[in-house]
């Protein structure tokens, strides 16, 4: 079975969060200005997109990201609401092609592309050797 076959372009998907001191890039680089930074950014439109497309893949599989090109386009304070939106533009045979957004308020703030790769888990974690403490198997 295909895990891809009940994804399809157009599928969309929106991740809304209100910037806290903690998603700045100031919090993670000391001197930087005291706003919405690039890489939580991005955090968020790879949750939108992973969002679109979760409900459509067989049991067990997630979608993972594989590329991101993305412009941050404008700061956005602390305090402030963005939207980070999610588009399917492509269904490959391994992979999911995303359009991505973000806006604050009806100003955007940033966009690009995003690739998703779909994974068994299990398989994914064995390839890996990725092993998971005692409590969270119960």
């Not at 806290?20 to 706003?35: D, L, R």
């Not at 305090?79 to 588009?87: E, F, L, M, S, Y």
């Not at 966009?111 to 092993?131: C, N, P, S, W």
Request: charged share 20%; no cysteine.
């Amino acid at each position: 079975m295909n895990p891809l076959e009940q994804v399809t372009a157009g599928m969309t998907a929106e991740k809304l969060v209100t910037v806290t001191p903690e998603m700045t890039v100031g919090h993670a680089v000391p001197g930087m200005p005291e706003v919405y930074g690039t890489p939580t950014m991005i955090l968020h439109m790879e949750m939108a997109a992973g969002s679109a497309v979760q409900p459509y893949l067989p049991k067990g599989h997630v979608s993972v990201g594989m590329m991101v090109n993305i412009r941050h386009l404008a700061a956005t304070p602390v305090g402030r609401t963005v939207r980070a939106i999610a588009r399917v533009v492509a269904v490959e045979a391994r992979s999911i092609l995303f359009e991505v957004e973000a806006w604050d308020g009806d100003r955007k703030i940033g966009d690009g592309t995003h690739r998703r790769g779909v994974v068994d888990v299990a398989e994914f974690e064995r390839r890996f050797g990725v092993t998971r403490p005692v409590a969270e198997m119960a």
